[in-house]
């Protein structure tokens, strides 16, 4: 695996793409960003006007003035990676989005800029309790 | 009746080629219900995961069922309900309406009572196996959903949890004896049902809880084991919409971590005994991430024996950081009923910050 794009991929992403088939189906999680790059807590309370009535509504507020541009600033790439044709699970508002295609097309998707980094879509396992 | 199909160790070139054969048939096929074979391996579990499944329409389950015939290296067996190893109760159980230890909840309080508002109109989203509404916990789940992965949503179903884990999560948060904080309301999603997910379920759960104006806190016990950066820009961008990210470590001890709790942004909880040792199970480390060194877990809760309601009714002591966990975010909903306007980043803060030190297991 010689594309530097290709450096986007965790681990067992890199494993899973050097062993598939060039059609064979991969599941990826694919993100649009790099901590420390998202928009900024909104933080409420300077301006006794601007000052919410209660914890939801300072949430509501948040997520108006949060929701449309961290979609927006997300939709091009998503775009993009559907004009490849993969298929998109999400859409953007976490920074993320569920990807599926061929490893020949998840390969091709590494290689937008705006993806920076790529997961297998791992298993998540409850923290189970434990005996003594 | 369902069945699983999975390949054999080592599998022929030709079985590889006639589960991609199938898989390709399965394309365009509405409402197919994927599920994952959790003893296989590497990429072959990808395939199998494209076969196996439930809901397949009967012609499906038959061309499966042919395939697997056809071929040595499938076996197809059918899909049984899985009786989970659930965890041993310490001590005995007990009845509903016996009075449980909450040995925690003095840990918490100390000599004081709760308050009788502590943690009012606060809603903390437990993204867990879901919650049956036993008494303990009766009217206080203001909201029951599941996902569905394959029309991208999350729906509100009737309630119920696939495990029992979500229960006794949420009871140590609004349980009427064993709560925290008995009048926040609970969210319960059935973010991992049966104990198990991907990572897709997390993606779609964080895209509904974002834009939930209810939701203050997210109490998670679940993750990947080791450190996996693909999730850490979601949490990020949650606790930017006002969220409070609870997770917990690990159950294996030192040295031992999971993602999303062993990020530097949610609050990750270890647990801790009745005589406030940490306890031996709990997971925790050392972290150098992009040149920054950090400790996991922030801080530790009671989480050995600790007593909350069950699905049966009753109640049982588990141990667990799943349940140091809503312990914390319990507290969490107490600080933000008295402060509604606390940012995240203040929340985090003073929880951490008004913890005592306790000392660290031996390694």
Redesign the interface.
């Known amino acids: 695996l010689s594309d530097p794009s290709l450096t986007k991929a ?1 681990q067992k992403l890199q ?2 793409l050097e ?2 088939r060039e ?5 990826v ?1 694919v ?1 649009f ?13 300077a301006d006794q006007g601007m ?2 009535r ?7 507020r ?2 108006q003035q ?2 449309g541009s ?1 979609v927006a600033a997300n939709t091009a790439t998503i775009n993009t990676l559907r004009s490849q044709e993969l298929k998109i ?3 953007g ?6 990807i599926n295609g061929t490893a020949r097309q998840i390969r091709s998707g590494l290689s937008i800029d705006r993806v ?4 297998l ?12 | 009746m369902r069945y699983l199909i999975r390949l054999k160790e080592d599998p022929s070139a030709a079985a590889l080629s006639m589960v991609d054969t199938t898989i390709r048939s399965l394309k365009g096929e509405s409402r197919q219900y994927l599920s994952r074979v959790a003893d296989l391996k590497d990429s072959r579990s990808r395939l199998v995961d494209r076969v196996s499944g439930h809901k397949l329409t009967p012609k499906l389950a038959a061309d499966a069922v042919e395939m697997a015939n056809n071929n040595p290296d499938l076996e197809i067996i059918p899909d049984e309900p899985i009786s989970l190893i659930r965890p041993a109760p310490v001590g005995s159980a007990l009845a509903e309406g016996a009075a449980p230890d909450t040995w925690h909840l003095r840990k918490v309080f100390g000599a004081n009572a709760r308050a009788d508002d502590g943690g009012e109109g606060v809603t903390v989203a437990v993204l867990d196996t879901g919650a049956t509404e036993v008494p303990e916990i009766a009217g206080r789940v203001s909201g029951h959903y599941e996902l569905d992965l394959d029309q991208w949503q999350v729906s509100s179903v009737a309630g119920g949890d696939t495990d029992g884990h979500g229960t006794h999560v949420s009871g140590l948060i609004c349980g009427g004896t064993v709560g925290v904080a008995p009048p926040a309301k609970v969210e319960s999603v059935a973010m991992i049902p049966g104990g198990q997910g991907t990572m897709s379920n997390f993606i779609l759960a964080m895209e509904w809880v974002a834009v939930q104006p209810d939701i203050s806190i997210l109490n998670m016990s679940a993750g990947i084991p080791g450190y996996r950066p693909g999730m850490q820009y979601t949490i990020e961008i949650i606790e930017n919409f006002g969220v409070l990210t609870v997770i917990a470590t690990r159950n294996e001890g030192v040295n031992s971590t999971r993602s999303p709790g062993n990020y530097v942004e949610p609050i990750s909880v270890g647990a801790s005994t009745r005589d406030d040792r940490v306890a031996s199970f709990s997971g925790g480390a050392d972290l150098v991430v992009d040149n920054v060194s950090y400790t996991v877990p922030d801080l530790v809760a009671p989480g050995a024996a600790v007593t909350s309601c069950v699905m049966g009714g009753g109640y049982e002591a588990w141990n667990g950081t799943s349940m140091a966990t809503p312990i914390v975010s319990g507290i969490a909903a107490l600080m933000i009923q008295r402060d509604p306007e606390i940012a995240v980043t203040d929340l985090k803060e003073q929880l951490i910050v008004s913890y005592r030190n306790l000392r660290l297991p031996a390694k």
């Open positions: 965790d494993q899973a062993t598939a059609e064979e189906e991969i599941t999680v993100t960003g790099d901590v420390g790059e998202a928009a900024a807590e909104i933080q409420f309370g000052r919410p209660g914890r939801a509504e300072m949430r509501q948040a997520i949060l929701q961290t699970q999400g859409n508002l976490v920074g993320s989005v569920v920076t980094h790529a997961s879509d791992e298993t998540f396992e409850l923290v189970r309790p434990v005996k003594t």
